[in-house]
């Protein structure tokens, strides 16, 4: 019996139960890597929301290996056909497996960078809401400010109204008291006509009808030839007798006129437009002041209210004849007077 046992024909060894066990089990460590793989996509892809393209180069890798697994295990039942093809991609496999894990560990370490992009990003975030916070608050200071400066304009424009209604109340005021004013000048200035058409007529009567001593329009003129010697600024004596009954009738015209009538008799000086032959006088100007002083100063010797005077000279630029001849210049030397206004 010992000897029929040893002899009995020894069987083959079978690898192919283990080689397909040993195949199996790569396969469930490549699908558990895979699954590992996806976990740490999902997981990097949600905490770098998609900043690292590391992690996209990951992504797509992976997806190409699901799909190799997608396909290997549809055609498991047809394993043993695939046998070889499995064994030659095996190493290329591992090699592969041994890159990605390196590439793991490469994005392992740059999720540090990640974390410290998004750290910064969240400090950068933080700035801008503080920053944000600020210009709110300075938004509200703002609007606070701009709130009272409506409620001072507004009060500013019901004074501003106010104002301008007592202005319009005001300038009603005013043009009613400038329409009286005019109402009341108007009034002075014919009394004034009046007195001084009387003036007049009762100059005439004093003076006489003479041909060197006549009105024109509202002036009483004399020649200068009256009153004056050529080229003097002194009254001979003939020029003394007349200005003494313009005198008189000068007092006897402040008498009547009313105090509040702003009357005044101006004498002014005229002379023809010959350049003056004196070292007494600068120019014709010169000379028409002088005679026109000479007249106030006698007629205030002789009682007439100094304020009620004023003398004026216009020399050679008022004349009343334009010509050459000697009786144009004759017409132009004159001394006028006229009642008029202050």
């Known amino acids: 019996m010992p000897l029929a046992r040893a002899r009995r024909p020894q069987r ?14 790569m396969l469930l460590v490549i699908t558990f890597l895979l699954s590992v793989f996806m976990l740490a996509q999902f997981f990097l892809a949600r905490e770098v929301s998609g900043k690292d393209t590391v992690l996209t180069k990951l992504n797509k890798q992976i997806a190409e290996l699901t799909a190799q697994l997608a396909l290997s295990q549809m055609n498991k039942s047809d394993a043993d056909n695939q046998i070889n093809v499995l064994s030659a991609t095996l190493d290329s496999e591992r090699k592969k497996s041994a890159a990605l894990q390196g590439e793991i560990a490469a994005a392992s370490a740059g999720n540090g960078s990640a974390d410290a992009r998004v750290t910064a990003a969240e400090q950068a975030l ?32 019901d004074a501003l109204a106010a104002s301008e209604s007592r202005d319009k109340e005001s300038q009603a005021k005013i043009a009613d008291l400038g329409s009286r004013l005019n109402i009341a000048l108007a009034q002075k200035v014919q009394e004034l006509a009046r007195y001084r058409s009387d003036f007049f007529g009762r100059l005439r009567q004093i003076l006489g009808d003479r041909p060197d001593i006549r009105t024109v329009g509202d002036r009483f003129v004399f020649q200068s030839e009256v009153l004056f010697d050529s080229g003097k600024a002194e009254l001979n004596p003939e020029g003394r007798t007349d200005l003494d009954k313009l005198a008189d009738a000068v007092v006897e015209l402040n008498k009547e006129i009313p105090p509040e009538i702003p009357w005044v008799l101006r004498v002014d000086g005229h002379t023809d437009r010959r350049p003056i032959q004196s070292t007494e006088f600068h120019s014709n100007w010169d000379l028409s002041a002088s005679r026109a ?47 008029t206004e202050k």
């Open 12 to 25: 083959p060894v079978d690898y192919w139960p283990g080689f397909v066990d040993a195949l199996t089990t």
């Open 126 to 157: 933080k700035a801008e809401k503080d920053v944000s916070a600020q210009a709110l608050a300075q938004v509200e200071i703002l609007n606070q400010q701009i709130g009272a400066l409506r409620r001072q304009l507004a009060a500013i424009e």
């Open 293 to 339: 002083i000479a007249v106030v100063e006698y007629l205030v010797s002789k009682g007439v209210p100094a304020d009620r005077l004023v003398a004026a000279g216009f020399g050679e630029f008022q004349p009343i004849d334009p010509g050459d001849s000697d009786d144009a210049y004759a017409k132009n030397r004159r001394i006028e007077l006229k009642l």
